[in-house]
């Protein structure tokens, strides 16, 4: 699996967007960009995940770009529950989810 | 429907004694996948198992582990003799469908605290 580079942490003020960068610049034609977070004390839990096209979901936006070096997670209007540490994750699609390696991550604090 | 339940949530051993580690799935979730977090580390796969079947146990120590799903009740890990370094905490997952296919995730439990002293 390609590797990620995420910065360690960044701030954001409670109701702005949040929008956390990730390089993967060695990422191949057939890998997914999938992000998850820790909130503090809990398991993992999935965000969203995508091939080329930007995604959007309830609780976030994928934007990757055309070259697919690099992403940007957007929580468009963060609240204090979104603080957490956020995991950028490139794998194939059909190759071992559970394998997954959950590295450092960027430490997202909201604050009010 | 509730989420993959873990307990207990916090576990106190001593050097020597045995920790099980308790894991029920989600509703209908056949495939069970166990992590270790060590403090201020990322999580670690140890195992996956499907009902009465382990998968893949890549992750886990050659010795002293051991981790069952039988096919009534929840999934079980054990650590004999526990040490010092394995307080951790540890984490199950589930998913309906296995893990590696498009479109399919799995849910983490709240995790079980090991702290062996």
């Known amino acids: 699996d390609a590797k990620t580079t995420q910065p360690p942490s960044m701030d954001c003020a409670e109701g702005r967007a949040a929008n956390l960068p990730c390089n993967h610049s060695?990422?191949?034609?057939?890998?997914?960009v999938y992000w998850y977070r820790q909130i503090h004390s809990q398991g993992p839990q999935y965000i969203i995940h995508?091939?080329?096209n930007n995604e959007t979901n309830e609780m976030a936006s994928l934007i990757i770009t055309e070259d697919r070096k690099s992403s940007t997670l957007i929580l468009p209007h963060a609240t204090l529950r979104d603080t957490a540490v956020y995991y950028c994750?490139?794998?194939?699609?059909?190759?071992?989810?559970?394998?997954?390696?959950f590295g450092a991550g960027t430490r997202l604090f909201v604050k009010a | 429907n509730a989420g993959v339940m873990q307990n207990p949530r916090h576990l106190v051993r001593r050097r020597g004694q045995e920790a099980r580690l308790r894991c029920s799935p989600m509703?209908?979730?056949?495939?069970v996948y166990w992590y270790r977090q060590l403090p201020e580390e990322g999580l670690k796969f140890m195992v996956y198992?499907?009902?009465?079947?382990?998968?893949?146990e890549s992750g886990m120590p050659k010795e002293r582990f051991s981790a069952e799903f039988p096919k009534e009740g929840p999934s079980i890990l054990r650590i004999q003799q526990v040490v010092r370094g394995d307080s951790a905490a540890y984490f199950c997952?589930?998913?309906?469908?296995?893990?590696?296919?498009?479109?399919?995730?799995?849910?983490f439990g709240q995790g079980t605290r090991l702290t062996v002293v």
């Open positions: 994750i490139v794998r194939l699609s059909d190759t071992g989810g559970f394998k997954t390696i």
């Open positions: 060695t990422i191949s034609g057939n890998e997914y």
């Open positions: 997952a589930s998913s309906q469908l296995p893990w590696d296919s498009l479109n399919t995730e799995a849910f």
């Open positions: 509703k209908g979730h056949s495939h």
């Open positions: 995508g091939l080329k």
């Open positions: 198992l499907q009902k009465e079947n382990i998968i893949d």
